[in-house]
């Protein structure tokens, strides 16, 4: 499994995608952090904090790990190596996993460099360490939790298809659905009575907890629950192909 993983991962590197997908990251936090006016701008705020970063991410994960992962499985299938892939010596959930690592260890990277703005706003305080440290790395937590999730969906959505396109635009519905669509869905009257019921089952009442610099276990526990399902689904999509 790991030899799969390490193949899996150099493979971002060995075109420009692993490249572009931190570098798009990097880019647009930091124009948001630091270049565009208002009140995002931290040096035209009256705190020192990194909301912009935590507040962003997700909508800027939201279109970056679809694209991530949209080649995972559809260039197994397109060149036909997924069916000799399948053949080795190694078990379909293992097959998963090595995907789902390489994708998640790629967009850990990009978080670490995040420490960069961290270190920036620490400095930049008046006085000195002046950011709210328990919230910004209750924050950074939660920014993981929801690379992982967003990972598993992705891995999930394209393992149905072999064109990336449809691959992104599934990944792309699905995380955005369980990012936004509970809480949209419990603003109907028809679930009126179950609205908390309802936003909880999505990602972002939990992202929001876990940002506020308290980490509860029931949303740690949501976030490993919903990326285990998904992975099993994944190993199902790949199973029913010797059904």
């Given at each position: ?5 390490l ?26 952090i630091?270049?565009?006016?208002g ?6 705020g ?8 935590f507040?962003m ?20 299938k ?11 010596p190694?078990?379909?959930?293992k097959?998963?996993l ?8 790629l ?10 703005y ?5 400095y ?5 360490g ?10 950074f ?56 019921e ?9 992202y929001?907890?876990l940002?506020?610099g308290?980490?509860d276990?029931?949303?740690v526990?949501?976030f490993i629950?919903l ?17």
């Amino acid at each position: 499994m790991l030899t799969l993983l390490l193949k899996e991962f150099r493979s971002f590197f060995n075109s420009i995608s692993g490249y572009l997908i931190i570098s798009i990251f990097l880019l647009a936090t930091g124009l948001f952090i630091w270049v565009f006016p208002g009140n995002s701008n931290v040096l035209d705020g009256a705190y020192a904090n990194l909301d912009t970063l935590f507040d962003m991410a997700p909508w800027i994960y939201l279109f970056l790990i679809p694209a991530l992962c949209m080649r995972l499985f559809t260039d197994e299938k397109k060149s036909g190596t997924i069916e000799l892939l399948l053949t080795r010596p190694i078990t379909d959930f293992k097959i998963v996993l090595s995907k789902f690592f390489a994708a998640l260890l790629l967009v850990v990277f990009s978080l670490l460099f995040c420490l960069i703005y961290y270190l920036s706003v620490y400095y930049l305080g008046n006085p000195v360490g002046s950011i709210d440290v328990g919230a910004f790395w209750g924050s950074f937590l939660g920014l993981f939790f929801l690379a992982i999730a967003y990972v598993s969906l992705a891995v999930f959505a394209g393992s149905f298809t072999d064109n990336q396109i449809i691959a992104f635009l599934l990944s792309l519905i699905l995380c955005f659905s369980f990012y936004m669509g509970f809480d949209y869905l419990s603003d109907l009257l028809l679930f009126q009575g179950f609205q908390t019921e309802i936003i909880n089952l999505g990602i972002s009442e939990h992202y929001r907890s876990l940002s506020r610099g308290v980490i509860d276990s029931r949303d740690v526990s949501y976030f490993i629950g919903l990326s285990l399902v998904f992975l099993l689904a994944t190993r199902t999509v790949l199973q029913s192909r010797k059904w």
